[in-house]
């Protein structure tokens, strides 16, 4: 069984995951060792749930690779998890994941958005730094905005707090309104979108994934510490 915990990064991911991998909702704690105990040969790890409820845990992610449980990361929390965690073999995939690991990207809350709820199919409300960043390195390779301006739009976008940050609200933030409309028309044209590119590449790995070799790395001892030992025998609440 291959699960995947996704959510805004990748709407319609029930959709193109089909029959060979069960979609769950973004991930919080205790998701990732349900989803052990249920039997996972692999677990796809993209949205997780940070601001209400404890986030996924290290931790399970550890105790699923100590089983044998091939654990992918990428996209949002996925990638967080992933750069934390790879050196025990959890998999990461992609540039965001990437970006966490070596160190270019510090913040987690690039990956953060602003959404509304999965019966309305997670629409976006606000814009992920990560999206941000890949959109306006993209318009600087076109030429389409000059660089000083692709500089101050990048500033003003990291200094909005993640539910605020917009497209509108960091042209306004970066002053310069006067070039709103052809700024605007240009980002609704070339929006790049890092995160579903990254969640998309997870799905495939998670696709071809066959369960070969143990998903641990050698080199490190699970331990059962007695605040694991509590919190794996509570029941989950919903």
């Given amino acids: 069984m291959k699960i995947v915990f996704v959510g805004p990064s990748l709407p319609d991911a029930a959709t193109l995951c089909g029959h060979g991998i069960e979609v769950r909702p973004p991930a919080a704690h205790g998701d990732v060792l349900s989803a052990t105990r249920a039997g996972a040969a692999a677990i796809g790890l993209i949205d997780g749930n ?56 510090i913040d987690d809350a690039d990956v953060a ?55 509108a609200a960091i042209v306004e933030r970066a002053g310069l309104t006067a070039f709103r409309k052809d700024f605007l028309q240009l980002f609704h044209v070339e929006t790049a979108n890092r995160k579903r590119e990254d969640a998309l590449a997870l799905l495939q790995a998670l696709h071809d994934f066959q369960p070969q070799s143990p998903a641990k790395r050698a080199g490190w001892t699970f331990r059962a510490t007695s605040l694991w030992r509590t919190a794996a025998h509570q029941p989950k609440t919903q």
């Fill in 50 to 105: 940070f601001e209400h409820v404890a986030p996924v845990w290290h931790k399970e992610i550890l105790h699923a690779l100590e089983t044998g449980v091939a654990v992918f990361g990428a996209a949002s929390m996925g990638a967080l998890r992933a750069a934390e965690c790879d050196g025990f073999g959890m998999v990461g995939i992609g540039r965001i994941y990437e970006d966490y690991a070596s160190g270019r990207r």
């Fill in 113 to 167: 958005l602003l959404h509304g709820p999965a019966e309305l199919g997670y629409p976006a409300l606000s814009l992920p730094m990560v999206n941000v960043d890949a959109t306006l390195d993209r318009l600087g390779d076109l030429q389409a905005i000059d660089k000083a301006h692709i500089s101050s739009l990048r500033a003003a976008a990291s200094a909005l707090f993640y539910k605020d940050r917009t497209w």
